[in-house]
């Protein structure tokens, strides 16, 4: 459908997209210029499914197109997101990772083989990321091919701004990157963002807060998730090279030489 207008300054944005009120009860997620034909469509379907396996996803609308942006409109979620929380009230942390922990493993409690495979975003962005050399790209897909597959619902980008606490309890946000794999691909994904991630936008006094909270909010994250469901240290460490080597596709300066770092155990 063909848009024309929004209502008012957008309510957040990302790297991707920009989140604007539409009408009282919904919001739209209009993509950033320059993102591939169907994306929008795609993260529909997806989000369609996501909604519907009962993981915490918000209910979503129909696919519209404003000022030559396409977006798509979602369930308003009132409430704030769980890193303004942490940022607030740092006290809160504990609570805070737990509820975080629990959230990703019932999440990989459910399986949706009709979701995209994240083995071959995981492939996609690894063959897109241009500092790694021939050799370490082999490398890293050969260890991809070699690691176990599964179908739970994975997020793909599940970290502390994609969780929202409203009244309710907590939504997950963002599902464009969601798919069906190993969820301990999953969460070496959160650990390395847990571990390095900075937030765009965010103040010297938030970030500094954020680096404070790193390592009890990475710990209490991992007790809370393997209180629900097993995930051993070297099933993560076995996933983590091919993680980082999939985020350098994403042009974050600020990660890249750990990035590489990590990517390059992947070599013998």
């Avoid at 097993?230 to 993560?236: G, K, L, T």
Wanted: aromatic residues 4%; contains cysteine; neutral net charge.
């Amino acid at each position: 459908m063909e848009m024309t207008s929004l209502q008012g300054p957008p309510l957040a944005a990302g790297r991707t997209a920009e989140i604007y009120p539409w009408g009282e009860k919904q919001v739209v997620k209009l993509f950033r210029p320059g993102m591939a034909p169907g994306m929008a469509e795609k993260e529909a379907a997806t989000g369609r499914i996501v909604a519907e396996a009962g993981v915490g996803a918000p209910s979503v609308g129909e696919v519209v197109t404003i000022d030559g942006r396409p977006g798509i409109v979602y369930a308003r979620i009132d409430g704030e997101s769980m890193l303004h929380r942490l940022q607030r009230q740092p006290w809160t942390v504990w609570s805070q990772a737990r509820t975080l922990g629990q959230l990703h493993a019932r999440m990989h409690g459910v399986a949706r083989p009709q979701l995209p495979a994240m083995r071959d975003y995981l492939q996609r962005d690894i063959g897109r990321a241009q500092e790694l050399t021939a050799e370490l790209r082999v490398a890293v897909l050969a260890r991809l091919q070699a690691l176990p597959d599964a179908d739970a619902i994975c997020h793909g980008d599940f970290h502390p701004d994609n969780v929202q606490l409203t009244r309710d309890g907590p939504v997950i946000l963002d599902w464009m990157t969601a798919g069906h794999g190993n969820p301990d691909a999953d969460v070496a994904r959160t650990v390395l963002m847990l571990r390095q991630g900075q937030p765009m936008g965010a103040s010297a006094l938030q970030l500094k807060i954020i680096e404070l909270l790193r390592q009890q909010l990475l710990s209490g994250y991992l007790r809370a998730y393997r209180g629900v469901r097993a995930c051993p240290d070297s099933a993560i460490d076995s996933w983590v090279p091919v993680i980082a080597a999939a985020r350098l596709s994403e042009g974050i300066e600020t990660e890249r030489e750990q990035l590489l770092a990590l990517a390059a155990r992947a070599v013998g």
